[in-house]
Nanobody, 121 residues
Framework: QVQLVESGGGLVQAGGSLRLSCAAS????????MAWFRQAPGQNREFVAS????????RYWDSVKGRFTITRDNAKNTVYLQMNNLKPEDTAVYSC??????????????WGQGTQVTVSS
């Protein structure tokens, strides 16, 4: 059974930083493209960042470029999202996802439950 478990969310002031983690089990992690998505109240889920199997390639949503960094540790079956210079509009539930497809696809096969990130002004 595939499980993706996020952690690291919380309440932070604007300008602050958080590091999210997503621990994967039940799949061959090193062969999966991994990504982070977010969903704010009343909004559609939106793509944040993705990383290829070998972490050689990454992709970011424009609004987080230069502030967020996605990395992965295949030995630990974990993907991370370092979020710096957080803004109130970054407030959302952040979820990780796994896929067989490339980082350019928005189709993902497995999803975590999410972790809440709240940025106060």
């Amino acid at each position: 059974q595939v499980q993706l478990v996020e952690s690291g969310g919380g309440l932070v002031q604007a300008g602050g930083s958080l590091r999210l983690s997503c621990a994967a089990s039940g799949l061959t992690f090193s062969r999966r493209t991994m990504a982070w998505f977010r969903q704010a109240p009343g909004q559609n889920r939106e793509f944040v960042a993705s990383i290829s199997t070998s972490d050689a390639n990454t992709r970011y949503w424009d609004s987080v470029k230069g502030r967020f960094t996605i990395t992965r540790d295949n030995a630990k079956n974990t993907v991370y999202l370092q979020m710096n210079n957080l803004k109130p509009e970054d407030t959302a539930v952040y979820s990780c996802a796994a896929s067989w497809r490339s980082i350019w696809s928005n189709q993902y096969d497995y999803w975590g439950q999410g972790t809440q990130v709240t940025v106060s002004s």
